[in-house]
C-alpha cells in the first residue's frame, strides 16, 4: 500500500500568491482530513471529507482558505491569497474508520508539505 | 472548554524506562489515542485506549483513567531512534469526528 500521498512535499512562495496543496488518500478510505501544524499550535484540524462530501469545515481560518474533493483519491487545499502566517506542515490524513473503535481503522497521515510564504 | 495538557519537553537516557503523562477536560470522551512524530516526518499511530487499564504493546504500553481524564504512554528499553514528539489526542464523542490534539512532548533520549 503506497500510503496517503501528498505533494508538494516543499513550497516557497511568496504573500498574495495562490498556493495548491494536493493530496491521495489510502484507496478504500472515505474520510479525509486536512490538518495544519505549527509549533505555537500544535496539530488543527481544517476540515475534513466523508464520502467527498465536507462535513465539518469550522476549523478552516478563513475565506482565503477552500478545500474540495472531486472525487475518492483527489483533494485539494488552496489558499488565495497566501500570508506569512499560513507558513505551516499541512497533513492529509485518511482512514476508514475515524473513530479508530478497534484501534486498527486510525488516521493514517501523509508526509506533510512544508508551506513557507514569504 | 476542551483542554489536553501534556509535558512540553522531556529527557532520557538509553535503554531507560520513561512515562509520558496525559490529562484531558472534554465535553465528551469515546477513547484516546497516542502517536509518535519523529521531527520532519508524519504522526503514526502507536495506541487506542477505551477502556481503564494499561495496553501493552512490544516496549511501548499506554494506561487510561476515563473517571481521573488521565492517560500516560509508558517506553521501556528506551532507544535512541524513540527521540521524537508524543502526542496525546481524545476522541470527543461529539456528533462531529473531530479528535482533539494536545501539542505533544518532545522526548529526547540521551546516550
Known amino acids: 500500500d503506497a500510503g496517503v500521498i501528498q505533494s508538494p512535499r516543499h513550497e516557497v512562495t511568496e504573500m498574495g500568491q495562490e498556493v495548491t496543496l494536493r493530496c491521495k488518500p489510502i484507496s478504500g478510505h472515505d474520510y479525509l482530513f486536512w490538518y495544519r501544524q505549527t509549533m505555537m499550535r500544535g496539530l488543527e484540524l481544517l476540515i475534513y471529507f466523508n464520502n467527498n462530501v465536507p462535513i465539518d469545515d469550522s476549523g478552516m481560518p478563513e475565506d482565503r482558505f477552500s478545500a474540495k474533493m472531486p472525487n475518492a483519491s483527489f483533494s485539494t487545499l488552496k489558499i488565495q491569497p497566501s500570508e506569512p502566517r499560513d507558513s505551516a506542515v499541512y497533513f492529509c490524513a485518511s482512514s476508514s474508520n475515524p473513530k479508530g473503535v478497534s484501534g486498527t481503522d486510525t488516521q493514517y497521515f501523509g508526509p506533510g508539505t512544508r508551506l513557507t510564504v514569504l | ?111
Not at chain 2, 496525546?88 to 461529539?94: H, L
Not at chain 2, 462531529?96 to 522526548?107: C, E, H, V
Request: glycine share 10%; hydrophobic share 35%.
Open chain 2, 1 to 111: 472548554g476542551q483542554n489536553i495538557d501534556q509535558p512540553t519537553e522531556m529527557t532520557a537516557t538509553e535503554g531507560a524506562i520513561v512515562q509520558i503523562n496525559c490529562t484531558y477536560q472534554t465535553s465528551g470522551f469515546n477513547g484516546l489515542f497516542w502517536y509518535q512524530q519523529h521531527a520532519g516526518e508524519a504522526p503514526t499511530f502507536l495506541s487506542y485506549n477505551v477502556l481503564d487499564g494499561l495496553e501493552e504493546k512490544g516496549r511501548f504500553s499506554s494506561f487510561l483513567s476515563r473517571s481521573k481524564g488521565y492517560s500516560y504512554l509508558l517506553l521501556k528499553e528506551l532507544q535512541m531512534k524513540d527521540s521524537a514528539s508524543y502526542l496525546c489526542a481524545v476522541d470527543n464523542a461529539g456528533n462531529n469526528r473531530k479528535l482533539i490534539w494536545g501539542l505533544g512532548t518532545s522526548l529526547a533520549v540521551n546516550p
